[in-house]
C-alpha cells in the first residue's frame, strides 16, 4: 500500500525539464514541421542551401533534431528563421519559439517592497547632512574669529621701514614634466565583419564580450597574456593583427576558435 501511494505521488509530481531539454525537444517539433514543408512543396535540401546559404548538414541536424551538430543556440534561432521563411511560413515566429533562455529565470516578481535597511539608511543619510551643515557653521565662525585676530595684531604693530624690507625674488623657472605615452597591452587584435556574426572573447580568462554584432562592425579587443574567440560565422570576420593584411577566420557559416598570446602570436 506504501509503495503505490509513492508511486502514485511521483506520477503527480510534474517534471521539470533543463534547458538544454527543452531546446532539444522544441528543435525535434520544428525540425518535423519543416521537414513535412519541405516534402509537400517537393524542395531538394540541396536548393535550401542555395535559397539560404546554409550548410546542407546544418539543414539535416535540424530537420533531425540534432542540436549536438549545431552551433550556438543565437544562431539555430537565425538559421530556423532563415529556413522557414524559404520555405513560406513564418519564420519570425517559428524561430521565437525556439527557447535561448529557461522560462523560469525569465519571471519577474510582480511587487517590490522597501527593506527596512532602505528605511535605515535614508535616516542616517538625514543625520550625516545635519552634521557636514553643523561642521561648516563651526569652521566659518572659527576663520571669522581667526582673521579679527590677525587683523588686530596686524593694526598693533608699526609699519617696517622701506630700507629693511627686501625685495622680493623673482619664481624659478619650473620645467615641465613629459607626460608618459601611453603604453598598450601586449595582445591586441582587430577584426572588422563583413557579415553578422556571433562572437564570444575571452581577455585573460575572463570573459570581454558575447553577443551578435552588425555587419560593418570594427572592433579591437586587447589582454595582457591571451585572447580567444569563438566566432559563429568565421567566414563573415576578418582578423588583423601584427600589421599584416585581415585575413577571414574561415569559411561563411562555419564556427571557429582562435587563441593568441604575447606580441599577438596566433596560438
Given at each position: ?91 519570425t515566429e517559428l524561430a521565437n519559439s525556439f527557447p535561448l533562455e529557461d522560462y523560469r529565470q525569465s519571471l519577474k516578481p510582480v511587487g517590490v517592497s522597501l527593506p527596512p535597511a532602505q ?149
Amino acid at each position: 500500500m506504501k509503495r503505490w501511494k509513492q508511486q502514485q505521488q511521483q506520477q503527480q509530481e510534474p517534471i521539470v525539464l533543463t534547458l538544454e531539454q527543452q531546446r532539444a525537444e522544441k528543435l525535434a517539433q520544428i525540425g518535423a514541421t519543416l521537414r513535412r514543408r519541405r516534402e509537400d512543396k517537393q524542395i531538394s535540401l540541396e536548393r535550401i542551401e542555395s535559397t539560404t546559404r546554409i550548410r546542407q548538414s546544418f539543414l539535416q541536424a535540424i530537420e533531425a533534431g540534432n542540436i549536438d551538430k549545431l552551433p550556438e543556440p543565437v544562431y539555430i534561432r537565425g538559421f530556423i528563421k532563415q529556413y522557414a521563411e524559404a520555405l513560406d511560413l513564418d519564420g519570425t515566429e517559428l524561430a521565437n519559439s525556439f527557447p535561448l533562455e529557461d522560462y523560469r529565470q525569465s519571471l519577474k516578481p510582480v511587487g517590490v517592497s522597501l527593506p527596512p535597511a532602505q528605511l535605515q539608511t535614508s535616516h542616517l543619510y538625514a543625520i550625516y547632512i545635519l552634521l557636514i551643515i553643523g561642521a561648516v557653521s563651526i569652521l566659518s565662525q572659527t576663520l571669522s574669529n581667526s582673521d579679527f585676530q590677525i587683523g588686530q595684531t596686524t593694526q598693533s604693530q608699526p609699519p617696517l621701514p622701506v630700507a629693511n624690507v627686501a625685495k622680493p625674488k623673482a619664481p624659478a623657472k619650473v620645467k615641465p614634466v613629459a607626460t608618459p605615452k601611453k603604453q598598450t597591452k601586449p595582445v591586441e587584435i582587430g577584426m572588422t565583419f563583413k557579415e553578422k556574426s556571433w562572437i564570444r572573447v575571452i581577455a585573460d580568462g575572463k570573459k570581454a564580450f558575447e553577443g551578435e554584432l552588425p555587419q560593418g562592425t570594427q572592433r579591437t579587443w586587447t589582454a595582457n597574456n591571451r585572447l580567444s574567440f569563438r566566432v559563429g560565422n568565421a567566414g563573415g570576420v576578418l582578423v588583423n593583427y601584427n600589421q599584416e593584411e585581415a585575413k577571414p577566420l574561415g569559411e561563411s557559416g562555419q564556427v571557429q576558435e582562435v587563441t593568441f598570446g604575447a606580441n599577438n602570436q596566433r596560438l
